[in-house]
């Protein structure tokens, strides 16, 4: 469902992404895994067309993502890190205009809606202005908007990021369920490695920009020596504290228009 080929992505002279190739099958949990900086950001930016790749091949639902960005981006659903929803607006509403933007037909649009709000507990409060809503409910909110469209592909990017442990394993029932009755392919990154053990049935790990290990946790953990994918990703990686993770794109950006103003 998804595929890597040598995947590079530099900016100036910085290489952020270095030469990764990974594929993932439909229907498979995958875990992208690395310190701050390591790349990941930047791979799903190239997976999601809001980067173009230096070099290397991308294929998502069997479309190039380069060629048929279009396409591409109706096949997959994503969950930003930061949140993304219109506060001002409720959750019907949030939703509503993704499947208009989407373009799902009005005769469908409703009954997938109170489905999806159904499925993540917020039919309720669908009605309420999102503003109220606490943090476990906005990201409930977020994946059910991603789901509407029906997409191949979920990519969710630190989904659980400041939830309490309660939601965090709501929300992951959720998208095992997906999986397993939809046939969703979940490509997902986190800090908690615990999430990535339970979850994941594959996981890989990049730093540097380059891809480290691939393979389940089991897998990694027999590799390396080790009794828990903790150990082994600090094996693999390296227990030295990284500096907060830069947006290689932005920080470029940044670059380029101090070299205009000149």
């Known amino acids: 469902m998804i595929e890597v080929n040598n995947l590079t992505k530099r900016f100036g002279d910085f290489t952020a992404v270095d030469n990764v190739s990974f594929s993932v099958n439909r229907g498979e949990l995958f875990a992208l895994l690395g310190p701050n900086g390591a790349g990941k950001s930047t791979t799903i930016k190239m997976l999601t067309t809001l980067l173009k790749p230096t070099s290397g091949k991308l294929k998502l639902n069997g479309l190039d993502v380069v060629k048929d960005p279009d396409a591409v981006r109706r096949s997959f659903g994503i969950v930003f890190q930061d949140p993304s929803l219109d506060t001002d607006l409720t959750a019907y509403e949030n939703m509503e205009l ?123 953990k027999k590799s390396t020596g080790t009794d828990s994918l903790e150990q082994a990703y600090l094996e693999l990686t390296g227990s030295e504290i990284r500096e907060e993770e830069v947006d290689a794109h932005e920080a470029w950006r940044s670059i380029r228009r101090a070299r205009n103003m000149r």
């Not at 397993?180 to 490509?187: D, F, G, N, Q, S």
């Open 98 to 220: 993704h499947g208009i933007m989407y373009g799902v037909a009005k005769k469908e649009l409703a009954p997938r809606i109170e489905e999806l709000l159904r499925l993540v507990e917020l039919w309720e409060r669908r009605n309420s202005f999102v503003k109220t809503f606490s943090g476990g409910m906005k990201r409930r909110l977020e994946i059910a908007r991603g789901l509407l469209h029906h997409p191949k592909v979920l990519f969710l990017d630190e989904p659980t990021l400041g939830l309490d442990t309660q939601t965090r394993h709501l929300l992951w029932s959720y998208v095992d369920s997906l999986t397993k009755e939809k046939a969703m392919t979940v490509l997902f990154t986190t800090h908690y490695l615990e999430e990535a053990e339970s979850n994941a049935h594959r996981i890989a790990i990049i730093d540097h920009g380059k891809l480290i290990a691939i393979g389940s946790a089991s897998e990694l």
